[in-house]
């Protein structure tokens, strides 16, 4: 079965404290993404990655970090330094960029 | 940044009916995409029309380009309740690693 998958589905997390959300993929793509999603908004860019051991920063950076140590994984840490964390987390595989992309079932991230 | 720019914002109609949804953006672009989310989960790609293309079809929906205006529009024919999603619509402005470019959505309910 090829697909995304991402985990924790639902995750909550205390001020102060770096919490790491997973994104694996077995489709064999090289580009992955991460986006935030929040309520009645589009997609926004956090960070993507072409080849491993290569990422870049999107719109909104600031506050998170990534990590592609492996052509089928893709962590995104969100840590203490972002200000408003509560969102929907999504992320993306494609063979090239701009091309169709696929996407996990999304982590919901809440800050107590 | 948001390049795609769908309207309307919600559109609630009759199972049956056709639902349409437009989409304007900024930039050239080499193809651009729709998307469709169902509430809490990931986005799946629903159609890709390139630049070089006015119109394509698949199933009941079907994709109109007009680069001129710099718009696209989104046809649901005889619409059913489980049509009931947001939809996106995504660009490719080519060139970029960093993929394509979501706009806000549309939320579509289908009345039973």
């Known amino acids: 079965d090829g697909g995304i998958t991402q985990s924790p589905k639902y995750l909550f997390r205390k001020e102060g404290q770096n919490v790491t959300l997973s994104c694996e993929q077995n489709l064999n793509h090289d580009a992955m993404y991460w986006y935030r999603q929040d309520p009645g908004q589009g997609l926004r860019l956090i960070y993507y990655?072409?080849?491993?051991?290569?990422?870049q920063k999107g719109d909104i950076a600031e506050g998170y970090s990534v990590s592609r140590e492996k052509k089928e994984s893709f962590p995104l840490t969100v840590t203490s330094a972002q200000k408003n964390p509560t969102a929907f987390y999504l992320c993306a595989s494609t063979r090239l960029a701009g091309e169709p992309q696929y996407f996990g079932p999304g982590t919901r991230l809440t800050v107590l | 940044s948001q390049q795609g720019e769908e309207d309307p914002q919600a559109l609630s109609i009759q199972e049956g009916e056709n639902a349409t949804m437009n989409c304007s953006y900024k930039t050239s672009i080499n193809n651009l995409q729709w998307y469709r989310q169902n509430s809490g989960r990931g986005l799946v790609h629903l159609i890709l029309i390139r630049s070089n293309e006015r119109e394509k079809h698949s199933g009941r929906l079907r994709v109109t380009l007009d680069t001129s205006k710099k718009s696209s529009s989104l046809l649901i024919t005889a619409s059913r309740a489980a049509d009931t999603a947001s939809y996106f619509c995504a660009t490719d402005a080519g060139g970029g690693a960093d993929g394509l470019t979501f706009g806000k959505g549309t939320h579509l309910i289908i009345q039973p």
């Open positions: 990655s072409q080849i491993v051991n290569d990422f």
